[in-house]
């Protein structure tokens, strides 16, 4: 598709990823031994054919910035690529939007600079693997004004962030709850969004002199409810995962650990794109064992490594034991220490001996360069 832009909003969600995000934004944690997570919608984008994608940072983009670079990676560095657009300063804001509708208006030079006709707008928070081209044929051929994606996979770690669609049988969306403890809907939002570019900044500009904030609020559920504007839905049956708290986090990685669902989010027509780096394989040394585990390259194992992710460069240290944990990348076990359910950030340590045990529920997060 030659006629789409894409739009992708980062730095929301945050507040309850503690350590994970206190010094990069969601769209930048390591995920699966090697990835972003902003890689999952980048990729998305590139296998729809979109060549001009928009980021929307907020605070703490410092990371994200350094892990897109150029975003050759993506094949996204031509002349009409990616764009970074970092945060308008003020006193007020401190580089934080109150809504998406802020972030949007913020951003509508951008907007309407561009040429394309069409506009996917998401957010960075939920992993997936999707071809948009089906859902922008669905949106043409509904003659719809917006098109929201949404999932019934129970089986995904998505909750709508408590919004949830009802739509009818032609896909129509005809309600809209938000924050409901028990809502009626069963179609849970992905917090993906088709329009047209132009009807966006539309949206956006009547929106900002009007002092709304809440795009979910105050322009999709508003309209709906006044069918001022056909907005419809489009069905995601595949694998989405919201990364929203540490435990949802820590759930996906670990779901990751099933050969099925792995398979199911890397096919092998879709592959993820990611930040090259060149390391040596990983070394298994000695007596070492490693069972139902994701190793990635440059790791250096002469201790146990069970039901665990290790992203590029950890050393686990003769004796050492990791069950059930995140080792992010350059961390280190010494010797005859043990974790079990932990997440380490990167270049974390854990000294000679030491021992940190937690229940599946609530995983011990250490923080980046954290010597323990």
């Avoid at 380490?344 to 923080?367: C, E, H, M, T």
Wanted: glycine letters at 8%.
């Amino acid at each position: 598709m030659k006629d789409v832009m894409g739009l992708i909003v980062t730095g929301e969600n945050d507040i309850h990823l503690g350590e994970l995000t206190s010094q990069r934004a969601v769209a930048a944690l390591p995920i699966a031994g090697r990835y972003r997570v902003i890689d999952f919608q980048l990729s998305s984008m590139v296998h729809t054919g979109i060549k001009n994608v928009g980021i929307i940072t907020q605070k703490n983009y410092s990371s994200l910035m350094d892990h897109v670079g150029s975003g050759r990676e993506w094949d996204l560095h031509g002349k009409q690529g990616m764009v970074i657009l970092p945060p308008f300063l003020t006193r007020e804001n401190m580089g934080v939007y109150s809504g998406l509708l802020d972030a949007l208006k913020s951003n509508t030079s951008f907007l309407s600079r561009s040429k394309q006709e069409y506009v996917v707008l998401t957010n960075s928070h939920t992993i997936y693997n999707i071809d948009f081209t089906e859902a922008l044929r669905a949106h043409v051929a509904n003659k719809a004004d917006i098109t929201v994606l949404y999932s019934r996979n129970k089986a995904s770690g998505v909750d709508g962030d408590d919004t949830y669609y009802t739509v009818d049988e032609n896909n129509k969306v005809i309600g809209m709850e938000i924050g409901a403890l028990a809502p009626k809907g069963d179609a849970a939002s992905l917090k993906i969004y088709i329009t047209k570019r132009e009807l966006l900044r539309q949206l956006t500009e009547q929106g900002a002199a009007n002092g709304l904030h809440d795009f979910e609020r105050d322009i999709l559920q508003k309209n709906i409810n006044e069918g001022t504007l056909e907005v419809y839905g489009y069905e995601y049956d595949g694998i989405a995962w919201q990364i929203d708290s540490i435990q949802s986090y820590f759930n996906f990685n670990m779901a990751l650990l099933d050969s099925n669902f792995r398979h199911n989010l890397f096919p092998s027509e879709r592959p993820i794109y990611t930040k090259v780096r060149d390391d040596m394989p990983a070394r298994y040394i000695g007596d070492s064992e490693c069972d139902n585990s994701l190793i990635a390259n440059g790791c250096h194992i002469e201790g146990t490594v069970i039901n665990s992710i290790l992203f590029r460069g950890v050393k686990i240290a003769r004796g050492a034991v990791v069950k059930n944990s995140i080792v992010m990348q350059d961390a280190q076990i010494q010797e005859g220490a043990e974790i079990d359910h932990c997440i380490l950030d990167k270049q974390s340590v854990i000294r000679r001996n030491g021992r940190l045990i937690a229940p599946a529920a609530y995983p011990i997060v250490i923080a980046k360069n954290v010597v323990i």
